[in-house]
């Protein structure tokens, strides 16, 4: 297969211009628009620093585009992803709105009617390693958010392989404050964010519901944290082991699942930590028993395999394509 | 009553300066003699700037001294504290050389024998908001950890009135690196700390056997982290309510329980920060209801309401003083 | 005297919430009014955490007040200064407003007319060190600007003394972000201040005129940069000495003139960090030679000896009461 | 010519890892061997991560390799050089070795005879934009300092071409902290390095010898200072221009100089940030006029441009490959 031709959608935002520095440096990709609202605009603060000429919105630019990767915030993504789909171009959408099946939760979660609801039922949910199948032939993927991702891979395979008990699954996360974005205000401004750190949306976080509809329960009980820091992600999950199961079993069972993973890496002692995978594709995933508890520790980029990184891992797959080609 | 000479012993690290820092602006303690193994080496990093001459320590300094502060290493403060003791001061000892009652206990979490079992039963845990009947009358007092103070100030009302229903309690805790103390090392540089984050003593913390003999269960499951910052400490309690008890009731009675308490705020809504309570002797709370649990922060600043406040506030009582003197 | 009535006009502010806390624990001063445009909003981030019921601004509640610290933009301050002067209060002024004497060079500088010029010439600039003749009796002073005070401090007796010779003075100027203000914004937002650095206002920064003013001369050349950090302001000054002048003599020059002033220290030997002056009133000096140079580095709080401690201690001369109270 | 084979000796610290990164992304290189002190162990904190097996130092294992990169320290490297010389290696030494010409001049510097000082003639100071033509033959490289990098890259073409005028030429340059290396110590402990700034080494830092060499005048005055932040460096230089030439002819004269160099970018307005060269090989200049002077910034990654960046770009050189190659 030729190079494919690749457009980004709200290309200014940290997301955007990740996938950017991403997409130019891959060898089978050719970026060949670069669009956003703040056209023309030098990108600040750049942490992978690429030169990118962002241009105005223009989809007839799509013409001629093999993929797109739409980047703007939720509401604004869906009709962006509709009109991409009309003129043949396959999509990866970064944004909340095609990740909840359910129109009328997605309505009660983000305050606003869903735009394009009849296109719901063809997304696939890109937790790359458990979509692939799917991925071969979707039009349309929706790349999970970054806490669900950092849950959810070492969630699942404990879920569908029975080893958990009873009793509510807890996730404590934190996250650095790139993922609140860098239109400042009053959460990410310097002083309010360095030498600082709290919980936030404490029972009202939006990524709760995705967790719930992917991991089929509502057991799961999350609450993020914000880290005085610019990239990076960690879950802590608190899990009840089935009986006769013990954190040997599943971190066992973890490395088993995950043996062949380019991307997931189960540690055999010790704790992950953020900067070891920061701007990677990586998620490191711990096993400790804590008195009851299971105490699983998952550490990825929120920038890389929580956005960017894992968006181009499922275009990798949507296009048949080498899933790991410009990864690291 | 004239003003009490007061000796720091151990007074070159963050706690014993933070402690110097105390007692030089209290209006009714002097600051008689600050020893410490770094005599004559100005302290760095200062936060709490203040000129301190330290001396090489010299027991025989302590005569006519009132109450001394002790602030080494555990295994070396617990000689200090007794021959202090023997020369009729009142000590507060910053170790955690008298916080465990059972001097096995003790030699199996901290690798050796205890060096005078026979204080440990005079010695008061002060955890001043629990402890202040003791203190009156204590010779003895054994200044909590960090961590166990965030954890046991929301934590203990709950136990005692039976608001707790079965099940594990949570306490995924994280702290500001100046915890680690100021001795250079592979956890604490500043390369291994910014932008990174991570679990650490998953199972292993000193720290958990103290929480569980004052909670008086062993349902604890303690998992502490690492901040990329130095001062502050953030616990995040998940409980589940016994029957009938709901977030609110929670909220409703940790409220009413330290309504008179000038260092315990617990708020009608929304989450502690750690930079609000940082250079204080607060701990502030907050309650919420997340899925089928209580979800409590708890935030601290570890060296003040966490080590040195906590302290002072300690000898306050011990001595007869308004508690809040010379603390905000 | 009895205790003074004190107001604080733009209290929401860095500034006018450091004052809040240094006037809430000064033991001659009342802090009868905080009035600020964001009236009843919990200042964050705090950093001097005080509990602060911030009130629309109501220029009435200034009866019966003996003094005003305004701390609102400039252009803000002028009528506000006049209309407190009118009431009978006492000002210290800590925006631009009164710092330049030359109405033509402020509205040049700051892009506005004067709103009130005639008050000018009373205008006291407090460097308080140079001016403390002047503010026993001054009605208004205006406080010098951060980067200014850290310059002047060192450079002014050198002038004055004639040790300095031909040639530019290179003031290479380095301040912790809340010199910015906490209005969020493209240059204060955590991505772009954390690992970063950078100059900015290269050549147009509207403090270089105030310290050509009190200097005395436009041979002072002032770059300013930005630290990745909330606060702390350090400047480094390359002087060419007079003929028979060294390093040696400039730093005993200083340390004579300084020798009995508590908030400046010139150091014997090294160089001073800005962490040992955080939250201090402390202007500390190093000097040394390097090639032809003699160099100097200055560091202070900009939100102490920078601006709020400063305003407090013209405020203290300007009542007759001892200098440093209420400061460190 | 086919893949070349490298090898890494000191590849344990933070310069040896970030090489060992961009050796193994290298599309001409192939990294035989990682050799170091700490053989085996994990190195952390990684930055640019990837599963280095560090072996301990065996100087057998160069035989078959092309091209060796010393990472050791200073006086360790030089007979690591001149072993790997005498095994047919060509050789880029990172340490300090080989960047003075005069072995006394070494030894008053460094405090230790020269270990081998027959090769210092041989060495080529690989500031790689003015050293190319002798790159292409040479056997030894020595890698210029961070420091001097980013002073000389401005500086050298100014001097050259006669553009300056008489007094002293002013270096204000600012450091991230990775520049002392990873080993803990009183200096880049996490409480030490945030929230703080200062200069040191006034007068007596080791590259000040080395740019006065290099640049072949002692009126270069510097001073370094130490930035909390991990990587990266900005120097200010302030020049006095030579008459009849201003700031907008450096700018133009520098433009043009480096108009074809892909690693040096001279700004048409606007100063540079150390964030866009983040784990990159460029060096970003501005200049602008301020009073009497001319004043440039120069920004580089003090481990890219000023280090293991600039390694690999000499390596490329003296191997005949394109010089840009496996470089950002």
Tied chains: 1, 2, 3, 4.
Excluded: W
């Excluded at 735009?115 to 719901?120: D, I, N």
Aim: with cysteine.
């Amino acid at each position: 297969m030729s190079t494919a031709r690749v457009a980004i959608l709200g290309a200014s935002g940290y997301v955007g211009r990740e996938l950017a520095a991403l997409v130019a440096q891959h060898p089978e990709l050719h970026l060949a628009a670069c669009m956003g609202a703040r056209a023309g605009i030098t990108p600040e603060p750049p942490e992978l620093p690429v030169d990118l000429a962002i241009e105005p919105l223009d989809l007839d630019r799509l013409d001629g585009v093999d993929a797109v990767f739409v980047c703007t915030p939720h509401g604004h993504a869906a009709p962006l992803v509709q009109e991409a789909l009309h003129r043949g171009c396959r999509v990866v959408d970064l944004s909340a709105d095609f990740r909840l099946r359910d129109p009328e939760l997605y309505a009660a979660t983000y305050g606003v009617e869903h735009p394009c609801p009849e296109l719901l039922e063809e997304a696939v949910y890109g937790l790359t390693e458990h979509a692939r199948g799917q991925l071969a032939t979707a039009r349309l993927c929706a790349n999970p958010g970054c806490y669900p991702t950092s849950i959810l891979v070492p969630l699942l395979p404990l879920l569908d392989a029975g080893l958990l008990g009873e009793g509510p699954i807890i996730s404590d996360s934190k996250s650095g404050v790139s993922g609140a974005g860098q239109a400042p205000g009053r959460r990410n401004v310097f002083g309010a964010v360095a030498e600082n750190f709290l919980a936030y949306g404490v029972g009202t976080h939006r990524h709760a519901p995705e967790i719930a509809q992917v991991a089929g329960t509502d057991r799961v009980v999350f609450v993020p944290h914000l880290l005085p820091m610019f990239r990076g992600m960690l879950s802590t999950l608190y899990v009840s082991p089935a009986p006769g199961i013990d954190a040997d079993a599943v971190r066992n069972y973890l490395a088993e699942r995950y043996r062949d993973e380019p991307f997931v890496r189960v540690f055999d002692r010790g704790q992950p930590e953020t900067n070891r995978v920061a701007r990677t594709n990586q998620c490191h995933i711990g096993v400790a028993a804590v008195g009851s508890q299971v105490v699983i520790t998952s550490a990825i980029d929120n920038l890389g395999k929580g956005a960017a990184g894992q968006a181009l891992q499922n275009l990798n797959a949507m296009l048949g394509l080498p899933e790991g080609l410009g990864l690291r």
